[in-house]
């Protein structure tokens, strides 16, 4: 069991996803959006944001994982980007001629987003833009920023709403700090 420290509550992102939906709203009024979420840190960010969104959506999800980094509780640093991201779910359809927004958990080193822009881009959407819930900026090793971000965060690692540490604390409700979890 680990000490977790509260950072988040269920309240504080609740509020701020109303926000996000809201502006994404205004944003692509009148047009059909393609939300994109990534397995499986952002399924439940996704699924909040898309309902409070009021256009002509639909959804779909697409899985990445890094080589290098195995699940495991045994394995250090497993969660550490490595740079060869590998992509293990694609989308079921074409996104072509679409209005895309790519859903993730948590903006870190930039590299997973960097893979999927590149990835989404190959499918020439009509646009591309990227939701992500959380933005660690002091981590980036690409340059790239989001079009819409929930809330900028510390050089922590957290999890809860949907993020893990070895695949567990993905059902918590609020987003908790992992003590010492980057020193590792
Ligand atoms: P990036 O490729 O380094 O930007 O990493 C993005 C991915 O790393 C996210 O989708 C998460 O799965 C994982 N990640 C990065 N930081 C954290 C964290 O603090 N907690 C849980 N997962 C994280
Ligand atoms: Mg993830």
Redesign the pocket.
């Known amino acids: 069991m680990h000490e977790l420290e509260l950072l988040l509550s269920r309240d504080e992102i609740a509020a701020r996803v109303a926000e996000m939906g809201k502006q994404i709203t205004r944003d692509s009024e009148g047009e059909r959006v393609v939300f994109i979420g990534?397995l499986k840190?952002?399924a439940i960010f996704l699924s909040d944001l898309v309902r409070n969104v009021e256009l002509d959506a639909t959804f779909d999800f697409i899985g990445?994982t890094?080589y290098g980094n195995p699940p495991g509780p045994k394995q250090e640093k497993f969660?550490?980007?490595t740079g060869e991201?590998r992509l293990i779910k694609d989308v079921e359809h074409s996104l072509r001629g679409q209005n895309v927004i790519l859903v993730?958990?948590?903006?870190?080193?930039?590299?997973?987003?960097?893979?999927l822009k590149r990835l989404l881009l190959g499918h020439e959407p009509r646009r591309l833009r990227i939701a992500a819930l959380?933005d660690?900026p002091q981590?980036?090793?690409l340059s790239?920023e989001a079009d819409y971000v929930g809330f900028t965060?510390p050089n922590?690692?957290?999890?809860g709403y949907g993020?893990?540490?070895a695949e567990k604390y993905r059902n918590l409700p609020d987003i908790r700090i992992?003590p010492g979890?980057?020193a590792r």
């Open positions: 990534v840190g952002a990445v890094s969660w550490d980007s991201v993730e958990d948590i903006l870190d080193t930039g590299l997973t987003l960097t893979f959380l660690k981590r980036r090793r790239l965060i922590e690692f957290v999890v993020l893990d540490y992992l979890a980057l």
